[in-house]
């Protein structure tokens, strides 16, 4: 039975409208075209094949989900018309079909929303038991595979005094989230998901950091080049601010939308009961101590002196202290 989700502290953007969420989840165990057919079946979609390796579904008023196989230069070569006859081209689908093979073994399908209103979360918690049921299968059903689950929680402003008490509180809660986690080691080794540099966390948490827009981009961009964070800032940079951010980094992969990108979970669909609601009520965390002033500033108090303090550093343990004095319990 799918578990419904619950709403963050702040259901609204500044606009009065209900904040949405994004989901990516990867997942192998199913064919393309047989999760895009559950998938649209479950959800009354239309499925439209907009390359070989990718399948768009549409009709849902939110936008369009989207199947593919995640695997950037195999979705470019199954974009190109094939020519039968022509030798370069011969060549070509060779070592298409060739990674093809090769991708059915170690690269996820991925599955992806549109931007959801976020009271429809428990939708896809429901979709999940639907593709489990199917077979689908996550992160720890083969050694090798190295499977996240992904949310794109829409901020409530893009405001600096909005975004900031997030990043403060995320930073705080990092450890933790890692160790609750229980980030897959591949995905750890592989640097997918690297946790922010001590220096920036130390920056952050500061009281006295009360940044301006442009401040708060160059100071994460100075420490964070890059997408493979646990949580990607880089996106909501470029909605607030795209020249500033295009000049800073060269990544033709960073999209511009006014969300958090989370990256840390894994995604274990094939595990009976699992579903998102579990890597949520980790987020909900952060979103619980970002709107609570007086609770992130002695958070960040706590952490600063912990950080400070080599001792605890080489032999505390952060996730754990925070678990006990800074946590909002479910019990």
Partial sequence: MSQDIALPPV???????ERRNGIEIELNGLTLDRLAEVVAD????KIKQTGRYERKLVGDDAGDWVVEVDF?????????????????????????????????????LELVS???????????????????NKGAQG???????AFGLQFNPEVPSTEADSIVPYLKAFLCLEEWLIQHSEVNLTRKFTSYVSPFPKTYIK??????YQPSQREMIDDYIDDNPTRNRSLD??????HLDEDHVRERCSDP???????FHYRLPNCEIHVPDWGIHLAWQDWLQVEQLANDKDRLHACCKAYQRFLNNPLKRWFGNWGKQLKQEWLITND
């Fill in 253 to 259: 992969l960073i999209k511009s939308r006014p969300t």
């Fill in 42 to 45: 479950e959800l009354n979609l």
């Fill in 72 to 108: 950037r230069l195999l979705k470019e070569m199954g974009q190109k018309q094939r020519d039968n006859g022509d030798l370069a081209d011969d060549v070509a689908v060779f070592a298409e079909d060739t990674l093809s093979r090769l991708a059915d073994h170690v690269v996820p």
């Fill in 203 to 208: 920056k952050v948490i500061a009281a006295r």
């Fill in 233 to 238: 800032c880089l996106p909501l940079f470029m």
């Fill in 114 to 132: 549109p931007p959801l209103p976020m009271s429809r979360m428990t939708e896809v918690n429901k979709l999940v038991e639907v593709l489990r």
């Fill in 11 to 17: 259901t609204n953007t500044a606009q009065g409208d």
């Fill in 139 to 145: 992160t720890s059903a083969r050694a090798i595979n």
